[in-house]
């Protein structure tokens, strides 16, 4: 399977702390995105790093991709009780759909 | 620009009857992809479709399921003679374009089979 592994599958931290979650994958990608799924939500796109970049910023959010591990992380700097959500990768291959990780349940406490 | 629109967001089907689900793409995108979510688990892919074709349908079961993007209209994701195991949520995705671009996901149908 194709499909992406992440760890751990649940995290609780302080508001505050630093949360990192990680993916591992199996098969070569295009690219390698991060979601987020609030409860009884969609999906909301949060940071998409191709296969020729190592790291990739946005706000609060940092990701490293590893091509020769097969793994990418999500960091979240300062984390906020509204970060409460599950997080998930996703890797793009060239079969133009993207395979999803089964996720992090990340809780953050106020 | 509107999001991408699913409807309905949530349905409820006695077993053997048909589902149809409708996803309307952003405004400027061609593509769109359906996935299923069982409880507590990732988004598995089902199919992808640009208008009127169907490009990849490699996660779709092999019976009783069928996609449609038609040239006017919203894409429709129909399950016919549904049966208990497709209890899931089903979303659709769109993009304007295919492998670099990210994919915008609808909010989702809850589909529940009694």
């Known amino acids: 399977s194709q499909q992406g592994e992440e760890d751990p599958q649940a995290l609780s931290i302080q508001e505050g702390e630093n949360a990192t979650m990680n993916c591992s994958y199996k098969t070569s990608i295009n690219n390698l995105q991060w979601y987020r799924q609030n409860s009884g939500r969609g999906l909301v796109h949060l940071i998409l790093?191709?296969?020729?970049?190592r790291e990739k910023h946005s706000g609060r959010l940092r990701v490293t991709l590893d091509t020769s591990k097969k793994s990418s992380s999500l960091l979240i700097t300062a984390s906020r009780a509204a970060d409460t959500a599950s997080y998930f990768c996703a890797t793009l291959t060239g079969a133009n759909n993207l395979f999803f990780g089964t996720g992090t349940r990340l809780t953050v406490i106020p | 620009n509107a999001g991408v629109m699913q409807n309905p967001r949530h349905l409820v089907r006695r077993r053997g009857q048909e589902a149809r689900l409708r996803c309307s793409p952003m405004?400027?995108?061609?593509?769109v992809y359906w996935y299923r979510q069982l409880p507590e688990e990732g988004l598995k892919f089902m199919v992808y479709l640009q208008k009127e074709n169907i490009i990849d349908e490699s996660g779709m079961p092999k019976e009783r399921f069928s996609a449609e993007f038609p040239k006017e209209g919203p894409s429709i994701l129909r399950i016919q003679q549904v049966v208990r195991g497709d209890s899931a949520a089903y979303f659709c995705?769109?993009?304007?374009?295919?492998?670099?671009?990210?994919?915008?996901f609808g909010p989702g149908t809850r589909l529940t089979v009694t």
């Open positions: 995705a769109s993009s304007p374009g295919t492998v670099f671009y990210e994919q915008y």
């Open positions: 790093i191709r296969s020729n970049e």
């Open positions: 405004k400027g995108h061609s593509h």
